[in-house]
């Protein structure tokens, strides 16, 4: 199985920062590399697949990238709205398997 | 306009079987791959398995191999996650997703399904 370590587990930031979080695959996935952002209370919201397409819908200051072992999604200026946790999940290879997320919190 | 409708909530007993449903409409249900993952407090997102309901090919996560069996009718755009004996450890919310055709990622998602096990 493809293990997915996230990187920071919790993250605290302010409206405006921009933050990165990191996803290391245990191998390679190509670019099969998707992150979801949920809510508590709602279903997974689908933002980038393949490593960094921007799902329809998604705001620009959400982007992705990354290859191999390594990738990241980076909010340029967060909004309050982005407060939220975090996952990237490896479609490459059965199990897909998600990293064990991020919690972004407001400072 | 895509959308997956899954049955209500639920409380059971430990032992006792379930099945929950997933209904898919807006999309050509036999066509794509459609999974299920579970959300706990403590692990977080987990993926459990995928059925393809035009041939209803079917691969589970060995975490969940044994544990739950996934299955689908394609007549009625159904898909559904069953378990023969609940044990308190599956108290969860479990979600169905398709998968995207291309990527692979899971675009749509169900709304979830709150199953607690609880003598």
């Known amino acids: 199985d493809i293990q997915l370590t996230q990187s920071p587990s919790f993250l605290s930031a302010s409206v405006g920062d921009r933050v990165t979080i990191t996803c290391r695959a245990s191998q390679g996935t190509s670019s099969y590399l998707a992150w979801y952002q949920l809510k508590p209370g709602k279903a997974p919201n689908l933002l980038i697949y393949a490593t960094s397409t921007l799902q329809s819908g998604v705001p620009s200051r959400f982007s992705g990238s990354g290859s191999g072992t390594e990738f990241t999604l980076t909010i340029s200026t967060l909004q309050p709205e982005d407060f939220a946790t975090y996952y990237c999940q490896q479609v490459n290879s059965y199990p897909y398997t998600f990293g064990q997320g991020t919690k972004l919190e407001i400072k | 306009e895509v959308q997956l409708v899954q049955s209500g909530a639920e409380v059971k007993k430990p032992g006792e079987s379930l099945k929950i449903s997933c209904q898919g409409s807006g999309y050509t249900f036999s066509a794509y791959w459609l999974g299920w993952v579970r959300q706990t407090p403590g692990k977080g997102l987990e993926w459990m398995g995928i059925i393809y309901p035009g041939d209803s090919d079917t691969r589970y996560s060995p975490s969940f191999q044994g544990q739950v069996t996934i299955s689908a009718d394609k007549s009625i755009s159904t898909a559904y996650l069953q378990w023969s004996s609940l044990k308190a450890s599956d108290t969860a919310i479990y979600y169905c997703?398709?998968?995207?055709?291309?990527?692979?990622?899971?675009?749509?998602w169900g709304q979830g399904t709150l199953v607690t096990v609880s003598s």
């Open positions: 997703a398709r998968r995207h055709g291309s990527s692979w990622s899971y675009d749509y």
